[in-house]
């Protein structure tokens, strides 16, 4: 536990159970009344930003959270299979845990992942992935003018929208918080 006063930008609080990095926080002290602290913080599991305000004497759990690197190396029916990049150690995620990432996952990627107490609470994609187009439409001379999108099959299994001129076997850059084409590579 610690004291309110002693919130700092990056630090992991626990409130209400869950987990939250401070973003930014703004002490105030009104001509009446006592201080209060107001936090910018984000939710580490979900993601979701919020504000909240609390008086400085109340106390804040201080969650100590490591970071660590994993790399992907499988799928099966128990779930995702990833290796420690530290220890070497085989770690195991189930499908709910993979829910929006498994679509740019593919063998040997890379993945940043917030560890509390000895288990995952987040996981998060690089900015961008490269992944080759396995299945698409053949596009045509003049395709480059036309501003029109088509359906594409990705190494992975998943589909996304692509610029008419993008065939099969090219690689594309994607961005991984939309999901969206980047550019090919």
Do not use: C, W
């Not at 979701?48 to 008086?55: D, K």
């Not at 990833?82 to 990432?101: A, I, K, R, T």
């Not at 698409?136 to 992975?156: C, H, I, R, S, W």
């Amino acid at each position: 536990m610690i004291s309110a006063n002693q919130i700092k930008t990056g630090m992991v609080i626990k409130l209400e159970g869950k987990l939250y990095a401070v973003v930014g926080f703004t002490h105030t002290k009104p001509g009446k009344g006592g201080a209060f602290l107001r936090i910018k913080m984000k939710d580490i599991s979900s993601g979701q930003t919020l504000e909240r305000t609390i008086s400085t004497d109340q106390k804040i759990d201080d969650a100590y959270v490591e970071e660590k690197k994993l790399t992907y190396l499988y799928y099966d029916s128990q779930g995702g299979h990833f290796m420690d990049d530290e220890n070497f150690e085989e770690v195991v995620l189930s499908q709910d845990d993979l829910e929006g990432l498994k679509d740019f996952l593919k063998e040997s990627s890379h993945l940043d992942a917030t560890v509390y107490e000895g288990r995952i609470v987040a996981l998060s994609l690089p900015l961008f992935v490269e992944l080759e187009i396995t299945d698409t439409q053949p596009g045509f001379k003049g395709d480059t003018v036309k501003a029109g999108t088509k359906q594409a099959k990705l190494e992975t299994g998943a589909f996304i929208q692509v610029p008419l001129f993008i065939d099969k076997g090219d690689v594309i850059k994607i961005d991984t918080r939309t999901g969206e084409y980047v550019e090919r590579v």
